[in-house]
């Protein structure tokens, strides 16, 4: 499997398991003792780590969100508090998490180790995000909490490569949006409001820009040899279907 396979072979597992701490129950306490809503929480614990900025530079960095819905979600949080305090506040979340569901499955420290070594590689060019929140400082460094971060790190660098991809392939990020999987649920869900462009056109672009993020994202994965690579992705599985699991139907 070459590192742009792995990539693209991952890269389910890792948007899934990337945000499952921000569904948690947990997470969403979190919110309501810093005194905003859930969704102020999301927006600000996802882009606080760039710092004090506004609105219109956290939604070119998000990309996906509409601006409206961004700056809704921004602007209420910074009234009542600092928006590297509500991403630390996530990252506490994250590892919680990681400690809570992840510390007790097999292989989760060689899965943190795999994770960080791909993390560590990767480019951080035109991906603030991504960058902002690499050198953001982990408070736990057990194999748990470690393996929750690299994932979380890891998402936001696809999320990066993705929105390069998206918008060297002359798409919108609302066309992507509408594009994929979710459709119109998917751009409501993201902030966008109504009317929609016709998404058939779109679908070919879409292919070529999940193409394109592979690409990108390849560049991390050469840090792992082919073995190491298929040995990520058992783990990566392994630990989607224990997560899975153990959800509540």
């Known amino acids: 499997m ?5 990539a693209a072979a991952s890269k389910p597992y890792v948007l899934e398991l990337g945000k499952a701490f921000s569904r948690c129950p947990g997470t969403l306490r979190r919110a309501r003792l810093l ?4 969704w102020a929480f999301y927006i600000t614990g996802r882009a606080g780590a760039l710092g004090d900025v506004r609105a219109p530079t956290v939604a070119a960095a998000l990309g996906f969100v509409a601006p409206d819905a961004v700056a ?4 209420a949080a910074t009234r009542v ?3 590297a305090e509500v991403a630390t506040a996530n990252l506490a979340e994250c ?3 990681g400690v809570q569901h992840l510390a007790e499955l097999p292989g989760v420290a060689r899965l943190a180790g795999l994770l960080h070594r791909v993390v560590d590689a990767a480019d951080d060019s035109a991906m603030p995000l991504f960058a902002a929140w690499r050198a953001m ?10 393996a929750a971060v690299g994932l979380l790190l890891l998402r936001e660098h696809f999320a990066g490569a993705y929105l390069l991809a998206v918008r060297a ?10 594009a994929g999987p979710e459709g119109e649920a998917g751009a409501l869900a993201c902030g966008w409001p109504p009317p929609y462009p016709r998404v058939a056109p779109l679908v070919r672009r879409r292919l070529w820009a999940e193409a394109v993020t592979a690409r990108l994202a390849s560049v991390a994965f050469r ?3 082919p073995g190491e690579g298929a040995e990520l992705l058992e783990l990566l599985a392994a630990v989607r279907a224990e997560v899975q699991a153990r959800v509540p139907s």
């Open 2 to 6: 070459t590192p742009e396979q792995l």
């Open 35 to 38: 005194g905003i809503s859930g």
């Open 72 to 75: 809704d979600g921004w602007d």
């Open 81 to 83: 508090v600092r928006p």
């Open 95 to 97: 590892c919680r998490w």
């Open 137 to 146: 400082p982990v408070p736990d460094d057990s194999p748990g909490a470690r």
């Open 169 to 178: 392939g002359g798409m919108t990020p609302l066309e992507a949006v509408l």
């Open 223 to 225: 840090a792992l040899t």
